[in-house]
């Protein structure tokens, strides 16, 4: 399970010209499930990112976590972060879990999110969506929950 964490000032997402989630200063994490993933991986991936210290404090250092500054969350299912470029000019998403496993972990990396007290926007799974966001910083993280080697 891969997730691109931005710290914003706001951001929303839309899709069909309605807005399905807005939030203001926060995180927006762009969450890409992989084939093997598993609920372990999106309740580690959850906990990491609640947990992770990219907000600033006091001395302007990146130092608070979500939970210690009130930040809202935007999770928006982004099947391409799953995409391999290293062969020809077109990427593959051979990589990316079908969406009959991807939804319920999506749904569950939402709901350990809310569990831990974050207030959680989202956008639709599947759907073609606009995000728009103001990138505070800009911050920008690249997080990932692999599955153990079998």
């Not at 930040?71 to 990316?96: C, I, M, N, W």
């Not at 319920?104 to 599947?126: D, H, I, M, S, W």
């Not at 103001?134 to 993280?141: A, L």
């Amino acid at each position: 399970m891969k997730a691109v964490v931005q710290r914003v000032t706001r951001a929303r997402v839309t899709s069909e010209g309605a807005e399905l989630g807005a939030i203001g200063p926060g995180m927006l994490v762009l969450l890409g499930v992989l084939r093997g993933d598993a609920p372990a991986q999106a309740r580690a991936l959850a906990e990491k990112v609640a947990l992770f210290r990219f907000f600033r404090d006091a001395e302007d250092k990146m130092n608070l976590a979500a939970l210690e500054v009130g930040a809202e969350v935007l999770v928006v299912s982004q099947f391409t972060l799953a995409a391999d470029g290293r062969k020809g000019r077109r990427p593959s998403f051979d990589r990316a879990a079908p969406p009959d496993e991807a939804v319920p972990l999506y749904e569950l990396f939402v709901a350990e999110l809310r569990a831990r007290g974050l207030r959680v926007a989202t956008g639709r799974f599947g759907a073609r969506m606009e995000v728009e966001l103001v990138n505070d910083g800009p911050v920008t993280f690249v997080l990932e929950e692999t599955a153990p080697a079998a």
